[in-house]
């Protein structure tokens, strides 16, 4: 339960403002409607941005529904702020007003009661005969516009007549959006995975709308109601909640049945014994770290208090006994859920292979696909075929009697002869450019040669001008004092020899 007062400083709307523009948002602004419409829609949208933060954090006075306004004196004295400078806002019953006026906000007993969709857009008659469920006719004809409001109506007269509680169909949409996208996000769609109650739903959704804020019993209903009548993406009846494929609505297939009260029986139980499986062994380990509890019991003993050893001893067995039996009533539960998940699967593609095979007999008994029409068929298309066979040939026939008549005859000997010479003479040329490759490459050898029988005849003059210098240049010592020739120089050495 929220406090009876809001922490407006922290709010975006407040921070943004100056002093005096807070002071003229909170005055009673109405007359503006008429004499300056721009500032009466800037003042009205800040005041729907604030409503929406309020909903958002559950801030509201005394309440901590996120999705229901609840407009009271509480909210009026929760929006005063001494330290900001301000006073009771004298323009919300305007507000409010002109938020029904633009259907973005609703009465909640007018949403609630209503069959048709918030979306339909039906006579005026039609709404009128839906807001009278929750408003008396004065309220409706307002509301549509019918009939105008009085600009002489105090801002008290008019606080009473709008007062009461409002749902904000922009946040209701965007909460809609958030519990969907959340079940498409579910590993899988069992049956078990679509069927809820009231608690569960809650359990299952109610965090994941607005950060850190959770849904109350109120906003659950107000959610399930637009998810139901104006998504139709879920049905409520029987206690059981039980989404559905939106194509689907309606049909008797998605209708609740026993076996969806049974299964979501089944899903609840499980849910139990979890939760009760959890606080046995939460009791257990408590037994076993408080104070060492064998050593209690020993203590117990040494100082003779048996009995008091032996309750602790039966106390831990009772545990042990009642968490084993919780498991195995878990084990069976979720055995025979598990079961009945596959035996629902199992319909559902019993009821696959009968459509499956239905579509199938149907096309088989088109006329088109019948024996005799089929045999027809084929025998017609042999006979086109071989018409146009016959036809081509015909064509192909009377092309040549032309050509030969107009002087074009094409000798087909000729022609292969023609071909023979071109590839014989490509083969020669490629002949040709070989043989002249090998000749290249038989010149660049020889002049190679010859270059190094010029190098080599330098070489020996220049040895046998100066001995000295080549017995240098071709021997060197070796780390023992012995002589080395180097292998380069060895053919040189040689020749030198045989000379001397």
């Known amino acids: 339960m929220s406090s009876s007062k809001v922490s407006l400083a922290s709010f975006p709307t407040y921070t943004s403002v100056s002093s005096s523009r807070l002071k003229s948002l909170y005055s009673d602004f109405s007359l503006q409607k008429q004499s300056n419409p721009a500032g009466f829609q800037s003042n009205v949208e800040w005041w729907h941005k604030t409503l929406l933060h309020l909903l958002r954090t559950a801030s509201q006075p005394i309440s901590s529904d996120v999705l229901i306004l609840h407009a009271n004196n509480f909210l009026l004295d929760g929006l005063s702020n001494k330290e900001l400078g301000v006073g009771k806002p004298l323009g919300i019953g305007a507000v409010l007003t002109e938020l029904s006026t633009l259907n973005v906000t609703m009465p909640l007993n007018t949403f609630l009661n209503s069959v048709e969709s918030i979306y339909y857009t039906g006579s005026i008659a039609g709404r009128v005969a839906s807001y009278l469920v929750g408003r008396p006719l004065w309220w409706a004809l307002k509301q549509l516009n019918i009939v105008g409001e009085a600009s002489s109506e105090s801002d008290e007269k008019r606080w009473k007549r709008v007062q009461g509680n409002y749902i904000f169909i922009p946040l209701l949409e965007e909460a809609a959006d958030a519990v969907l996208k959340h079940y498409d996000s579910l590993p899988s769609h069992s049956l078990t995975d679509t069927l809820y109650d009231l608690d569960s739903f809650r359990a299952e959704y109610g965090s994941k709308l607005f950060p850190d804020v959770n849904m109350t019993i109120e906003d659950t209903k107000v959610l399930l109601k637009f998810l139901e009548r104006d998504r139709k993406v879920l049905v409520c009846a029987k206690g059981v909640i039980k989404f559905v494929d939106p194509e689907h609505m309606g049909e008797p297939e998605d209708i609740i049945t026993p076996v969806d009260q049974g299964v979501l029986e089944m899903k609840l139980a499980v849910g139990r014994l979890h939760a009760q499986v959890e606080d046995i062994q939460r009791q257990i380990e408590e037994f076993e770290t408080l104070q060492s509890r064998t050593a209690r019991i020993i203590d117990h003993l040494?100082?003779?208090?048996?009995?008091?050893?032996?309750?602790?001893?039966?106390?831990?067995?009772?545990?042990?006994?009642?968490?084993?039996?919780?498991?195995?009533?878990?084990?069976?539960?979720?055995?025979?859920?598990?079961?009945?998940?596959?035996?629902?699967?199992?319909?559902?593609?019993?009821?696959?292979?009968?459509?499956?095979?239905?579509?199938?007999?149907?096309?088989?008994?088109?006329?088109?696909?019948?024996?005799?029409?089929?045999?027809?068929?084929?025998?017609?298309?042999?006979?086109?075929?071989?018409?146009?066979?016959?036809?081509?040939?015909?064509?192909?026939?009377?092309?040549?009697?032309?050509?030969?008549?107009?002087?074009?005859?094409?000798?087909?000997?000729?022609?292969?002869?023609?071909?023979?010479?071109?590839?014989?003479?490509?083969?020669?040329?490629?002949?040709?450019?070989?043989?002249?490759?090998?000749?290249?490459?038989?010149?660049?050898?020889?002049?190679?040669?010859?270059?190094?029988?010029?190098?080599?005849k330098s070489t020996r003059r220049a040895e046998e001008d100066d001995p000295e210098r080549t017995q240098g240049s071709v021997e060197e010592r070796t780390g023992n004092g012995e002589e080395r020739v180097k292998p380069g120089e060895k053919r040189w050495l040689a020749e030198a020899e045989q000379a001397g």
């Open 302 to 456: 040494k100082q003779k208090r048996k009995e008091l050893a032996m309750s602790y001893l039966r106390s831990r067995k009772e545990l042990e006994g009642l968490l084993s039996k919780r498991l195995r009533s878990l084990e069976t539960i979720q055995s025979t859920l598990l079961q009945v998940e596959s035996a629902a699967g199992d319909i559902e593609i019993m009821k696959a292979y009968e459509t499956s095979t239905a579509t199938l007999k149907n096309l088989l008994s088109h006329p088109s696909l019948q024996r005799e029409k089929v045999d027809e068929t084929l025998e017609a298309m042999a006979e086109a075929a071989a018409d146009h066979a016959e036809i081509d040939k015909a064509i192909r026939l009377g092309g040549e009697t032309v050509s030969e008549a107009g002087g074009v005859t094409i000798n087909e000997d000729e022609l292969q002869e023609e071909l023979q010479q071109m590839i014989e003479e490509k083969e020669r040329e490629e002949a040709e450019r070989k043989a002249l490759r090998e000749v290249e490459r038989a010149q660049k050898e020889r002049e190679r040669q010859e270059q190094e029988k010029i190098e080599g």
